[in-house]
T-cell receptor, first 111, second 115 residues
Framework: LAKTTQPISMDSYEGQEVNITCSHN???????ITWYQQFPSQGPRFIIQ???TKVTNEVASLFIPADRKSSTLSLPRVSLSDTAVYYC????????????FGSGTRLSIRP | DTGVSQDPRHKITKRGQNVTFRCDPI?????LYWYRQTLGQGPEFLTY????????KSRLLSDRFSAERPKGSFSTLEIQRTEQGDSAMYLC?????????????FGQGTRLTVV
């Protein structure tokens, strides 16, 4: 199973760029990297997904080095509403049971 | 709201009772997933349906747990003879055909408390 490792928590301030790194040393060739955001008492919300290099959408950017053993979620100019838990996971088309969310990174944004 | 809908949002039950949760996925999503989440942990996979077929089940899903998806639309998750360790948030998610199983839309969950 492709397990991921993330920092337990991070703090930042409004307006800053936040980078959360995830390691996934045993990622498989056909695995994609996906990030979710979760607020208290809500289900996770998909943020971004990628296979290699860089992916950007209206919310975040995802940087994946050539060896794909890690990835970095970048949140530009965070606000208080970005305070949440962020999960990194890897998986593919093949098996839902192999998806592991882990404990996530608890991001706290201060004014 | 056309998102994933779960009912009830909260359930308190006595140990030993049976409970059933319902999930209505996003219309036309043929894939449906159930997860369990305990405090401070990420969601743990329980089971996965493609249409009405239950394709995968976690070993976490003991014989007290059963899930169905008749006609490939809504799904139910039943827990028999509940135990205090079953207290958790039960999350349902769905995704459309052709999408990676890692990209799913989650409901707001059903919080179960077993007393």
């Amino acid at each position: 199973l492709a397990k991921t490792t993330q920092p337990i928590s991070m703090d930042s301030y409004e307006g800053q760029e936040v980078n959360i790194t995830c390691s996934h040393n045993n990622i498989a060739t056909n695995d994609y990297i996906t990030w979710y955001q979760q607020f208290p008492s809500q289900g996770p919300r998909f943020i971004i997904q990628g296979y290699k290099t860089k992916v950007t959408n209206e919310v975040a950017s995802l940087f994946i080095p050539a060896d794909r053993k890690s990835s970095t979620l970048s949140l530009p100019r965070v606000s208080l509403s970005d305070t949440a838990v962020y999960y990194c996971l890897v998986g593919s088309y093949s098996s839902a049971s192999k998806i592991i969310f882990g404990s996530g990174t608890r991001l706290s944004i201060r004014p | 709201d056309t998102g994933v809908s779960q009912d009830p949002r909260h359930k308190i039950t006595k140990r030993g009772q049976n409970v059933t949760f319902r999930c209505d996925p996003i219309s036309e999503h043929n894939r449906l997933y159930w997860y369990r989440q305990t405090l401070g942990q990420g969601p743990e996979f329980l089971t996965y349906f493609q249409n009405e077929a239950q394709l995968e089940k976690s070993r976490l899903l003991s014989d007290r747990f059963s899930a169905e998806r008749p006609k490939g639309s809504f799904s139910t998750l039943e827990i028999q003879r509940t135990e205090q360790g079953d207290s958790a948030m039960y999350l349902c998610a769905s995704s459309p055909r052709g999408q990676l199983v890692t990209e799913a839309f989650f409901g707001q969950g059903t919080r179960l408390t077993v007393v």
